[in-house]
């Protein structure tokens, strides 16, 4: 079993940053892959950036291309996610995700593991 534990969320205006950081207890956190998704109100929850346990495969979104990036500290047992440039439609609740895999994917159905999620909202 793995925990995760997200933190980071908040209210920000349009172009601003947030930085969010998911924490891992339980099995070896190296040994999993990690991801990134949200969920806005009213929709289906979605993919958006995701890293291998040694940081050499990384997957972003389109539309968190260019403006997020994804890193991971494994000494800390800690992943997190950059958000830059942020737009209202950024606003969801973000998740957090381990595979039982090494390695990155994109899609929700290989992620055996979920956080309680951390809401994002972004004024315009």
């Known amino acids: 079993q793995v925990q995760l534990v997200e933190s980071g969320g908040g209210l920000v205006q349009a172009g601003g940053s947030l930085r969010l950081s998911c924490v891992a207890s339980g099995r070896t956190f190296s040994r999993n892959g990690m991801g990134w998704f949200r969920q806005a109100p009213g929709k289906e929850r979605e993919f958006v950036a995701a890293?291998?346990?040694?940081?050499?495969?990384?997957y972003y979104a389109d539309s968190a291309k260019g403006r997020f990036t994804i890193s991971r500290d494994n000494a800390k047992n800690t992943m997190y996610l950059q958000m830059n440039s942020l737009k209202p439609e950024d606003t969801a609740v973000y998740y957090c995700?381990?595979?039982?895999?090494?390695?990155?994917?994109?899609?929700?159905?290989?992620?055996?593991?979920w956080g309680q999620g951390t809401q994002v909202t972004v004024s315009s």
């Open positions: 890293i291998s346990w040694t940081a050499g495969t990384i």
């Open positions: 995700a381990a595979r039982s895999s090494p390695l990155a994917a994109m899609l929700l159905a290989e992620y055996a593991y």
